[in-house]
Every structure is written in structure tokens, then in C-alpha cells.
Nanobody
Framework: QVQLVESGGGQVQAGGSLRLSCAGS????????VGWYCQAPGKERELVAG????????NYADSVKGRFSISKDNNENTAYLQMNSLKPEDTGVYYC??????????????????WGQGTQVTVSS
């Protein structure tokens, strides 16, 4: 099983940018697809973006299309989420998950105790 650690969150004003990192342990990371998820205050955790193991295929939630970009560096065992044109509604805790298949499963497909600590993103208006 691949262990992942999220980082890169922070507080920005609307229209700003952040880049989140998801660092994986071990060589197995390159064989996994990766999903980024967001849990906004008072809401269910949702899939924001997913990327296939090779990085060749990506998918995005409609709410972030054209603003967010997911990437994966298998040499660095790290996946990224570039977040541009941020909006207050993007505020939440962001998590990543490695998945053996693609497309990555929705948030409801993961056991509750499988989530890491995540990284907080706060966008002020």
C-alpha cells in the first residue's frame, strides 16, 4: 500500500494560486493512479481531479475545469494539484489517494480511516 502525505495548502485571496503536493512512499507509487479530493466545511468529501498512473489521462470535476491542473512525476514519487483562479468556494481540506485503477474511485469508495491529514486551503473574498 502506498502511503501519501499532502502539503502546500495555505490562505490566499480570491483569484490567487496554490500548488498542492502529494508525496508517495516507495517505488510502487508510479503504478498507481492518484486522486485529489476536497472536503469543504459542512459538506461531503468530493473528488476534484484524477490522473492515471502514467499521467497520460486526467479528469476533473466540473467546478474546477479550466482552473485546476493535476500532474504526476513518477521520478519524484509526487503528484501535484495546481490551483489557479481560486474562489472562496474552493475552501476546504484537500486530500490525495492512490488508486490501483483509473478512473479513481469517488470519495465514498474509500474507508473512512484511510484518509491522511490533508492540507487546508482557505480562499478569502
Amino acid at each position: 500500500q502506498v502511503q501519501l502525505v499532502e502539503s502546500g495548502g495555505g490562505q490566499v485571496q480570491a483569484g490567487g494560486s496554490l500548488r498542492l503536493s502529494c508525496a508517495g512512499s516507495g517505488h510502487a507509487f508510479r503504478n498507481y493512479a492518484v486522486g485529489w479530493y476536497c472536503q469543504a466545511p459542512g459538506k461531503e468529501r468530493e473528488l476534484v481531479a484524477g490522473i492515471a498512473w502514467s499521467g497520460g489521462t486526467r479528469n476533473y470535476a466540473d467546478s474546477v475545469k479550466g482552473r485546476f491542473s493535476i500532474s504526476k512525476d513518477n521520478n519524484e514519487n509526487t503528484a501535484y494539484l495546481q490551483m489557479n483562479s481560486l474562489k472562496p468556494e474552493d475552501t476546504g481540506v484537500y486530500y490525495c489517494h492512490a488508486d490501483a485503477g483509473y478512473p479513481v474511485r469517488p470519495a465514498s469508495g474509500w474507508p473512512e480511516d484511510s484518509w491522511g491529514q490533508g492540507t487546508q486551503v482557505t480562499v478569502s473574498s
